[in-house]
């Protein structure tokens, strides 16, 4: 399956990054695999993924070159099937009011204090509440 780089993503939270002057090491500690970042713009990249809404608007913080993007994104998707990173879920804010026929996607995390409407769905796999 090809990277989604306008997905939001993040660095698994079994990863560890230790940045060298080359770029940074990528320990998985739940598969014991040990990752190089080339560069370091890729850490710089890896890095906002948690902060920014997809892996395109990471690279674009990073300063990726668009001339360069194609060789980003086949990193990152190397990433992504290593683990080493991996898709974020949405998540709902307390307070926010989810209206009668929106859909949820399975993942979706929704704060306490979030107001769902009835008829709204909820996608198989359930949704996980969060305080």
Known sequence: ???????????SPQVSLRPERFG?????????????LKSPRLLRVVEALADEPSALAACRR???PEAEMAEYTRALATLADTGMIRARTAEIAAGAEIAAGAEIAAGAEIAAGAEIAAGAEIAAGGVGARP
């Open 1 to 11: 399956m090809a990277f989604e780089l306008e997905r939001p993503w993040t660095l």
């Open 62 to 64: 990073a300063g990726v």
């Open 24 to 36: 940074a090491l990528a320990y998985h500690f739940g598969t014991r695999r040990l990752s190089f």
